[in-house]
T-cell receptor, first 113, second 117 residues
Framework: DTEVTQTPKHLVMGMTNKKSLKCEQH?????MYWYKQKAKKPPELMFV???????INESVPSRFSPECPNSSLLNLHLHALQPEDSALYLC????????????FGSGTQLSVL | AQTVTQSQPEMSVQEAETVTLSCTYD???????LFWYKQPPSRQMILVIR??????QNATENRFSVNFQKAAKSFSLKISDSQLGDTAMYFC??????????????FGKGTHLIIQP
C-alpha cells in the first residue's frame, strides 16, 4: 500500500462551522505534512509532524488546528474559517522527517462560504 | 531562506517533441535535494524525478531527465517524446538536507505544460 488517503475529497462549510479533514497512510511513515494550495499557485507548507509530535508550524492561524493521534493518521480541525481559506489542502507523508521522498494524497478541496 | 524560481508560466509543444522546463534556486546550503513534481488536473502531486545535490550525475527516469548545474544553481527538466498525458502543471521543488530536523518542500510557482495532439 503506497497510498495517502484524504477524506473528504470536497467540503463546503460556513464560516461558523466546525469540520475536520482526515489523512491516513499505512506505509509506516513517521512524518506527515499539511500543505495549502490556492488555485494556480504552488503548495505552501502549513504543518509538519514527526513521530506524532508537531515539529513545524509555519505561522498558521489558530483557526487551523492539526492533530496526529497515531502514526497512521493526521487530522486538520477547522473552525471559524474565512472565505480566503478556500483552497486545496494536501496531505503528504515520508518515511521520516529527514527522508526526502514525500508521498502526496489527492487533496481535499475546501470552499468556505 | 531558500527560493525556487520557474520563469516559464506556460509552455506548449506538439506530441512527440522534446521540451525543457527551467528552474533556478537560491540557497546557502551545500546538502539538499531537488525535485520535479507533476500535478495533472486531478490535482494529485506526483514525483517525477529527484536529484541529490552531492551527486554530479544527472538523474534520469525513462523519458524524463534533468540537467543539474550546482554552481549555477540550475535544475532543468527535459521531457523526451512528449505524450498527451504529460499535460500538467510542473513544479520544481527544493528540500534542505538538515540531517536531523523536519523540513518540508519549497516549491517554485510552476510551469503549465500543454502537449498538443
Amino acid at each position: 500500500d503506497t497510498e495517502v488517503t484524504q477524506t473528504p475529497k470536497h467540503l463546503v462549510m460556513g464560516m461558523t462551522n466546525k469540520k475536520s479533514l482526515k489523512c491516513e497512510q499505512h506505509m509506516g511513515h513517521r512524518a506527515m505534512y499539511w500543505y495549502k494550495q490556492k488555485a494556480k499557485k504552488p503548495p505552501e507548507l502549513m504543518f509538519v509532524y514527526s513521530y506524532e509530535k508537531l515539529s513545524i508550524n509555519e505561522s498558521v492561524p489558530s483557526r487551523f488546528s492539526p492533530e496526529c493521534p497515531n502514526s497512521s493518521l493526521l487530522n486538520l480541525h477547522l473552525h471559524a474559517l474565512q472565505p480566503e481559506d478556500s483552497a486545496l489542502y494536501l496531505c503528504a507523508s515520508s518515511f521520516s522527517a529527514t527522508n526526502e521522498k514525500l508521498f502526496f494524497g489527492s487533496g481535499t478541496q475546501l470552499s468556505v462560504l | 531562506a531558500q527560493t525556487v524560481t520557474q520563469s516559464q508560466p506556460e509552455m506548449s509543444v506538439q506530441e512527440a517533441e522534446t521540451v525543457t522546463l527551467s528552474c533556478t534556486y537560491d540557497t546557502s546550503e551545500n546538502n539538499y535535494y531537488l525535485f520535479w513534481y507533476k500535478q495533472p488536473p486531478s490535482r494529485q502531486m506526483i514525483l517525477v524525478i529527484r536529484q541529490e545535490a552531492y551527486k554530479q550525475q544527472n538523474a534520469t527516469e525513462n523519458r524524463f531527465s534533468v540537467n543539474f548545474q550546482k554552481a549555477a544553481k540550475s535544475f532543468s527538466l527535459k521531457i523526451s517524446d512528449s505524450q498527451l498525458g504529460d499535460t500538467a502543471m510542473y513544479f520544481c521543488a527544493f528540500m534542505q538536507d538538515s540531517g536531523g530536523g523536519a523540513d518540508g518542500l519549497t516549491f517554485g510557482k510552476g510551469t503549465h505544460l500543454i502537449i498538443q495532439p
